[in-house]
């Protein structure tokens, strides 16, 4: 079944859809677990650490090191409080779509 939130083009590379049609060409989750991934692997007992660094079970920090799923957004602040590097790349992600957004106004928003 195929939603309305992403478009494939002719090439074949899939864009995923912001709320407001925008294409945004890496999505989130690909980043998410590439940078947990990056911090992660290398580690001897990772799948173990990553569940204690998240407070999430060991299946749970497989699946993010497997790339089946996402952190929720509780493990996700956990992991941020635990390591810079994963904290650095979500606000870094968080700039990035202010930025593209800036040019928009929200309405109620006391931000713009």
């Known amino acids: 079944m195929r939603n309305d939130w992403s478009k494939t083009c ?3 590379r899939i864009f ?6 925008n294409a945004i060409s890496r999505p989130i989750k690909e980043t998410l677990l590439e940078v947990i991934g ?3 692997r ?3 007992f990772a799948q173990e650490m990553l569940a204690r660094a998240s407070g999430k079970t060991p299946r749970a920090a497989r699946n993010w090191l497997d ?6 957004a509780e493990a996700l602040i956990e992991l941020m409080a635990s390591c810079n590097s994963i904290a650095d790349e979500v606000e870094r992600l968080v700039a990035e779509r202010r930025k593209a957004r800036e040019d928009t106004q929200c309405p109620g928003s006391p931000l713009n």
């Open 10 to 12: 002719p090439n074949g």
């Open 16 to 21: 995923y859809l912001d709320g407001r049609m």
């Open 38 to 40: 990056r911090e992660f």
């Open 42 to 44: 290398p580690l001897r």
């Open 67 to 72: 790339g089946r799923c996402t952190p929720d």
